[in-house]
């Protein structure tokens, strides 16, 4: 038989990674007698463990949470887990990079040096920290809201109030449904009660209102997919995750060059100066002028309403170039562009 701290661990291990624990199959785990098992979790009472004894044919234990936070128990892979975890928290846009941090510092220091050597090699730094940071309490408020199935009342700030003034607009009512992130900001689903339609808030603009309303039953998302219904939300495609406008063209540059900065899209090589582009957006133009920006020759394959955007598009700049301070007067027509004045 082991150690009684070693067995002790085991125990503790077992009773996180499980709600419940039947009695017999426990102490079959462990390799010990119901009786000893008995006095091993006795013995987790005694230092702040509560193990809660449940009751039925078998019976079983159970760990429940306490009152006072007990020494965890973390194998080097659930710990090096939760550091990493604590290390990105600056990404998520919550608002809790200081208490992540004190969180960081104070695992760390109880960590064997192995792996604390792991953790120290994981450096990251917010590609964007100037992204609006959603306040903590609030995202706990709406979460709240979202599991109690409580109608939210909350003052929404306009994107720009300097010009149409916060106090002005009213405070909306809605039924919550789920909190969700997208992009490095957090986002509120919920049915307007006003508008009688699905909205998708953004937290860090959300000012809860108390008390919070009526509870309610909540309504069935469209497509059931909170995640494909907020992408298609983001990419103007109702009822749908993927882009409601999708094209292909020819690049006069390979595929090295343009993978990269393909982010949702397929890039297939045709030659070492010559891709295919699969790519996506929410309007024909839009797909159009982020084509463009590869700044090479464009070859369309379709579909045809691409190349109406291409032509849209070059009309477009054509006029903005004309109608920019010291442009050259439009030529005459019949004139070759060849003989143009400079």
């Known amino acids: 038989m082991r150690k009684t701290s070693a067995r002790l661990l085991s125990l503790l291990s077992l009773l996180q990674a499980r709600r419940v624990w039947p009695g017999a199959p426990l102490a079959r785990r462990l390799d010990v007698s119901p009786r000893t098992l008995r006095r091993d979790v006795d013995r987790l009472r005694e230092l702040g463990y509560p193990v809660v004894a449940v009751k039925g044919p078998d019976g079983g234990y159970r760990l429940d949470a306490g009152s006072q936070l007990p020494p965890l128990l973390f194998d080097d892979e659930q710990a090096v887990a939760l550091a990493v975890a604590l290390r990105t928290v600056s990404a ?10 004190r969180a960081l510092t104070t695992l760390r220091q109880v960590m064997p040096a192995h792996l604390r050597h792991r953790i120290d090699a994981l450096q990251v730094t917010a590609v964007d920290p100037s992204t609006p940071r959603a306040d903590s309490g609030v995202l706990m408020a709406l979460s709240a809201a979202v599991r109690a199935h409580e109608v939210l009342r909350f003052g929404y700030a306009p994107p720009y109030p300097a010009d149409t003034g916060e106090d002005a607009v009213p405070p909306r009512r809605v039924q919550p449904h789920h909190l969700v992130t ?47 219904f907020v992408t298609g939300r983001f990419r103007g495609s109702e009822g749908s995750s993927e882009w409601p406008c999708r094209g292909e063209v020819v690049l006069h540059l390979s595929a090295a060059d343009v993978s990269p900065y393909v982010l949702a899209g397929t890039v297939e090589e045709l030659g070492p100066d010559r891709c295919r582009l699969t790519l996506g957006s929410w309007s024909w133009t839009a797909l ?9 020759d464009i070859e369309v394959i379709g579909p045809p309403a691409l190349k109406e955007a291409f032509a849209r598009l070059a009309q477009r700049c ?19 562009p060849d003989r143009r004045a400079p």
């Open 318 to 336: 054509a006029d903005a170039a004309r109608s920019a301070p010291g442009a050259p007067p439009t030529p005459p027509e019949g004139v070759p």
């Open 182 to 228: 997208h992009g490095g900001r957090w986002y509120l689903v919920a049915w307007d009660l006003d508008r009688d339609d699905w909205r998708v808030f953004r937290a860090d603009r959300i000012t809860p209102r108390t008390p919070t309303g009526p509870r309610f039953t909540p309504r069935e998302l469209p497509g059931g997919d909170v995640a494909a």
């Open 288 to 296: 159009a002028a982020t084509v463009g920006v590869f700044d090479t």
């Open 92 to 101: 998520s846009g919550a608002g809790v990079e200081d208490g992540a941090a």
